[in-house]
C-alpha cells in the first residue's frame, strides 16, 4: 500500500494564479482532510469529507475549494492564489471513526510558495 | 474553546536524557488525546494517544501522563536519542456535526544532541 499520496510535491505560483493538489488514498478510508502548516501554529484544517461527494469546511476555508468525486481522492483548489497561502499543505485519511480509535494518516506534504 | 496550548516551542536534550512536552487544553467535551510525531520533510504520524479515563500511557520509551482535573497532558520520553529528534504535535479529539475532528497544538521542534 501506498497510503497516502500527494501531488504535486512542491510548486511556486504567482499571485493570482489557479492550482490543484491532489491527495490520493489506497486505504479505503471515508474520512480525508487538508490541513494547512505554518510555523508556530500548528496544524491548522482547511477542508474535510466524510465521503465520496461530500465535503465540509475546517477551521480556515477561506480562499481554497476541494471536490471529492472519487472515494480514493481529495482535490484541493487554489482559485487565486495570495502569498498569505504559501504554506505546506497535508492532506490525510481515516476511518469511519470508533470511539478512541482516531488515527489520521497523512501524506508526505505540499510545499506551495507564492510570489 | 477549541484549542490546544502546547509548549515548549523547542527543546534540546543531552542524549540519554527526559524530553517533556506539555500540553493543556480548556474544552471538557475533548474526548480523546493523541500525539503525532513529524521528521522534516515528511507529514505527521501518530505516536502514542490517550482516553481520558486514564491517567497513564507508556509505549516503550514513550510515555503521556494526563491529568483530567488539571486539564493537562505531557509526553514524556526516556532515555532520548538523536532519532528522536522531531517536532512533536499533541492534539485533543471532539465531535462536532457528528464529525469527529483533531485540534492540534503549535508543535515542538525536539533536538536530542548526540
Known amino acids: 500500500n501506498a497510503g497516502v499520496t500527494q501531488t504535486p510535491k512542491f510548486r511556486v505560483l504567482k499571485t493570482g494564479q489557479s492550482m490543484t493538489l491532489l491527495c490520493a488514498q489506497d486505504?479505503?478510508?471515508?474520512?480525508m482532510y487538508w490541513y494547512r502548516q505554518d510555523p508556530g501554529m500548528g496544524l491548522r484544517l482547511i477542508h474535510y469529507s466524510v465521503g465520496e461527494g461530500t465535503t465540509a469546511k475546517g477551521e480556515v476555508p477561506d480562499g481554497y475549494n476541494v471536490s471529492r468525486l472519487k472515494k480514493q481522492n481529495f482535490l484541493l483548489g487554489l482559485e487565486s492564489a495570495a502569498p498569505s497561502q504559501t504554506s505546506v499543505y497535508f492532506c490525510?485519511?481515516?476511518?469511519?471513526?470508533?470511539?478512541?480509535?482516531?488515527?489520521?494518516?497523512f501524506g508526505p506534504g505540499t510545499r506551495l510558495l507564492v510570489l | 474553546q477549541q484549542q490546544v496550548k502546547q509548549s515548549p516551542q523547542s527543546l534540546i536534550v543531552q542524549k540519554g536524557g527526559i524530553s517533556i512536552i506539555n500540553c493543556a487544553y480548556e474544552?471538557?467535551?475533548?474526548?480523546?488525546f493523541p500525539w503525532y510525531q513529524q521528521f522534516p520533510g515528511k507529514g505527521p504520524a501518530l505516536l502514542i494517544a490517550?482516553?481520558?479515563?486514564?491517567s497513564e500511557k507508556k509505549e516503550g520509551r514513550f510515555t503521556i501522563s494526563f491529568n483530567k482535573s488539571a486539564k493537562q497532558f505531557s509526553l514524556h520520553i526516556m532515555d532520548s536519542q538523536p532519532g528522536d529528534s522531531a517536532t512533536y504535535f499533541c492534539a485533543a479529539n471532539f465531535m462536532n456535526t457528528g464529525f469527529q475532528k483533531l485540534v492540534f497544538g503549535t508543535g515542538t521542534r525536539l533536538l536530542v544532541s548526540p
Open positions: 490525510a485519511s481515516s476511518y469511519p471513526l470508533y470511539r478512541y480509535q482516531e488515527t489520521q494518516y
Open positions: 474544552n471538557t467535551a475533548f474526548d480523546y
Open positions: 490517550i482516553r481520558p479515563d486514564v
Open positions: 486505504m479505503n478510508h471515508e474520512y
